[in-house]
């Protein structure tokens, strides 16, 4: 968000450069009524599809869910519910039926909000770290000159081309007790059960499916640096490894870092995987419940509470955007201005 | 610059709001709209799930062939259970009078009742429910009144392996003797659906019942877990877990992996439901076509409960011709119908004397067996919190069978997060 409100501001800075030869200062009343006709479409459209369902969710999230009319068995509206469904989840508190509140029982999705949190951070650092290390290196294969280049390329990219949900399904076959992976290693692990093998059978199969997706990102940051500098390094003496950290390290870091923010921002709102893998069990039954997955259990269960832990969700991403782009926006400024002004340091 | 770009937000915000304050909230009304059109006829739509053995279409030919007036049309809906519970749960919402008669899985059926959305089957809307399982006819009912016909059944039965025990186990405890056996032949002794999921919720609360204990108690919102009984029930299974009778990879069983383990001969007896039969007879990988037979569930100290599954038809309440709708739901429980789901789908009738039909046990062997289930069996709680429910039951089973908290704990957890979800 930041990096809109940011980047507005010196568009017209460059702008000049662009219209120079034309005439400045032509902007009268008409072109301005012109232009709110124009944007009032997207606004419209804007207000659709982002406004209504954030306001929607945010005014719902403070009304309490359906509860039981004991006379007549059928459900009345909850009513105004203050931050008691944030509450429920951020603290662990449940109200029970006499209206004493005190911590969410294990087995009630409150109880698991944490854990969730945890989970899906774990997840992200890990998955994230393994996928651009991974990544990294294939790009650097494609971005190389051999023959059979583009079939490479091709099938680098095929797990990417998969449906998330068909790699799940794939790898779920392959996790079985009986599958393909036991048998292989000879072991007998419970891949979708035991605590720890369920999470890291989640993160392999994320890097399995997204390391193409960094790939991508990083080649096309590697294709853009030119070979003279590789030239000029040689003649100066540095190794491969001195060329790499020297070189291709700094002059890829702003595609590099782009293309880490789009995983972090995607693998903190990851569903479908571990929905379908694991189902979100694994060790004491939740060891692979993300975030994502607790909103959906908790919509079958109320939507009101579901709201509070959708914006909660929404929140918590968008800080870890806001902190990314801040430092990352920082970044790629300053390595942009440095090298145009030739510092490789 | 930025005063337009504020009111642009401010623009959106407050469109926002507006659309926001169109939505309904999502809770009961229907007082009115339940006791509407209640005598009205006319074209009518049915709703159910993936239509996968053709059972549905066939039986709504035959209806409009005999009532041209009064069309039914077929809405199908996807295969996923979830997807299905998802889809009704919009169209009520909006009140849409384009579904008339819905299949609902017998655990959704207190939900959408206590939400206003199912027309009571009272009065003129009056079903003639004799004839039918006691346990299903309970299945679909709410709070004394019966909001839906019951309109296929299922039960859980043990398969064994005849050629390693000649007569099957009437009680747990028989059962568990035998493992000896199945030691000895060094395969699996006993499986069912341990993975947490709503099958966890069946098989516990099989044991439980099984026990003589229950999970809610008669009002049906009370949990009634903390007692020796249902604390006997759950004992049983986690302590067949600790001992390897459960092999410790039936913890990610579901019903699919517990079949092919069964069909390829690594377990001597498993818990599963009637569609295992077929299968386990015909596929082509299955080596134990010939060994292999059913009981009913064993209990603590006779038949175990079977978790009652199946589905039922109701009436939408927003329905424009609700006499119509009726008078379907009676077609569907005729007896030449409820044949028809039977040869047809392999779908467990609900009418009992169909049980005893000479052509039908020669079609389907198992039939007398599942009737002893069904008869035994025991519906899940009929509760409108269920999602809160079976929640609570699968996540401290589970801990419960891989032993990472006591029997006791766990029961008392599950009573904890049960009280909890009626908040």
Redesign the interface.
């Known amino acids: 968000m930041s990096a809109v409100t940011e980047a507005a501001p010196k568009l017209p800075t460059s702008n000049p450069v662009r219209s120079g030869g034309r005439k400045r200062g032509g902007l009268n009343e008409a072109h301005g009524r012109w232009a709110t006709y124009l944007?009032t479409p997207a606004?419209?459209v804007?207000?659709?599809v982002?406004?209504?369902?954030?306001?929607?969710a945010i005014?719902?999230s403070f009304?309490k869910d359906?509860?039981?009319d004991k006379a007549?068995?059928?459900?009345?509206?909850?009513g105004f519910a203050g931050f008691s469904n944030y509450a429920h989840w951020l603290l662990q508190q449940?109200?029970?039926?006499t209206g004493v509140a005190a911590a969410?029982?294990?087995?009630?999705?409150?109880a698991q909000f944490w854990n969730a949190f945890g989970t899906t951070f774990f997840f992200t650092a890990f998955t994230v770290v393994f996928e651009t290390i991974l990544g990294f290196w294939m790009a650097i294969i494609m971005n190389r000159s051999f023959r059979g280049r583009g079939l490479v390329r091709a099938a680098i990219l095929v797990p990417w081309a998969i449906p998330t949900a068909v790699t799940a399904k794939l790898w779920f076959f392959i996790f079985?007790?009986?599958g393909i992976l036991n048998s292989l290693l000879g072991t007998?692990i419970?891949w979708?059960?035991d605590e720890w093998a369920s999470k890291f059978a989640i993160i392999i199969a994320d890097t399995w499916k997204t390391t193409p997706f960094m790939a991508l990102l990083i080649l096309a940051g590697l294709q853009l640096i030119s070979q003279e500098i590789y030239e000029a390094g040689r003649m100066d003496g540095a190794s491969t490894v001195q060329q790499f950290f020297r070189l291709t390290l700094p002059l890829v870091k702003p595609a590099l870092l782009v293309a880490v923010l789009f995983r972090v921002l995607d693998a903190l709102r990851i569903y479908d995987l571990p929905a379908i893998l694991t189902?979100g069990?694994g060790?004491?039954?939740?060891a692979t419940t993300t975030l994502s997955i607790l909103v959906v259990?908790q919509i079958?269960?109320g939507?009101?509470s579901a709201s509070a832990l959708s914006t909660i969700t929404f929140l918590i991403i968008f800080i870890v955007a806001f902190i990314f782009v801040r430092f990352l926006g920082a970044n790629v400024v300053q390595t942009q201005a440095s090298q145009q002004k030739g510092e490789l340091k | 610059m930025n005063k337009s770009r504020l009111a642009a937000v401010a623009g959106v915000a407050v469109f926002g709001l507006a659309l926001a304050g169109c939505s309904g909230g999502g809770t009961a009304g229907g007082g009115n709209d339940a006791t509407a059109n209640l005598t009205s006829r006319g074209p009518i739509t049915y709703v159910q799930g993936k239509d996968n053995s053709n059972v549905v279409r066939p039986l709504i030919d035959k209806w409009n062939a005999a009532h041209p007036k009064e069309k039914v049309t077929f809405k199908e809906q996807s295969d996923q259970a979830d997807q299905q519970h998802d889809d009704l749960v919009q169209h009520f919402q909006a009140k849409d009078a384009g579904y008339d008669v819905v299949d609902v899985d017998v655990v959704w059926t207190a939900e959408f009742a206590a939400k206003g959305w199912l027309t009571p089957l009272t009065g003129k809307m009056k079903i003639d429910t004799s004839g039918l399982f006691p346990s299903a006819v309970k299945a679909a009912t709410y709070n004394n009144t019966l909001y839906a016909a019951p309109q296929t059944s299922d039960g859980g039965m043990l398969y064994y392996r005849t050629d390693l025990v000649k007569t099957p186990p009437k009680t747990w405890d028989e059962m568990m003797s035998m493992c000896s056996i199945a030691k000895a032949n060094n395969i699996g002794c006993y499986a069912g659906q341990f993975a947490k999921y709503e099958g966890l919720t069946v098989n516990a609360s099989e044991a439980i019942n099984g026990a003589g204990g229950s999970v809610l108690g008669s009002d049906g919102t009370t949990p009634t877990l903390t007692t020796d009984k249902a604390k006997n029930g759950l004992d049983l299974l986690a302590a067949a877990f600790k001992d390897g009778n459960i092999p410790a990879e039936a913890i990610t069983y579901q019903e699919e992996q517990g079949r092919i383990a069964f069909e390829s001969g690594k377990l001597m007896f498993l818990r599963n439901w009637p569609y295992v039969y077929n299968l386990a007879k015909t596929d082509g990988s299955s080596v134990v076509k010939d060994t292999f037979a059913v009981a009913p569930l064993p209990g603590l100290d006779g038949v175990g409960a079977s978790t009652l599954g199946g589905h039922n038809a109701a009436v939408s309440v927003y329905s424009d011709h609700k006499a119509t709708a009726k008078d379907f739901l009676n077609f569907l429980l005729t007896a030449e119908n409820q044949k028809f789901f039977a040869t047809q789908g392999s779908l467990a009738p609900v009418r009992m004397s169909l049980y005893d039909d000479q052509e039908l046990i020669t079609k389907l062997p198992y039939i007398p067996t599942l009737k002893e289930s069904i008869d035994n069996a025991v519906p899940r709680p009929v509760t409108p919190f269920y999602p809160a429910v079976t929640k609570a039951i699968q996540d401290n089973t589970y801990s419960a069978l891989k032993g990472d908290k006591s029997v006791d704990q766990a029961l008392k957890d599950m009573e904890a997060a049960i009280k909890s979800a009626g908040s």
């Open positions: 944007i606004i419209v804007l207000g659709i982002i406004g209504y369902p954030v306001v929607s005014i719902m009304q359906a509860g039981l007549t068995g059928l459900f009345v509206a909850g449940c109200v029970s039926a969410c029982p294990p087995g009630n999705l409150g079985a007790f009986n007998k419970l979708t059960s189902q069990g060790g004491s039954g939740n259990d079958r269960q939507f009101n």
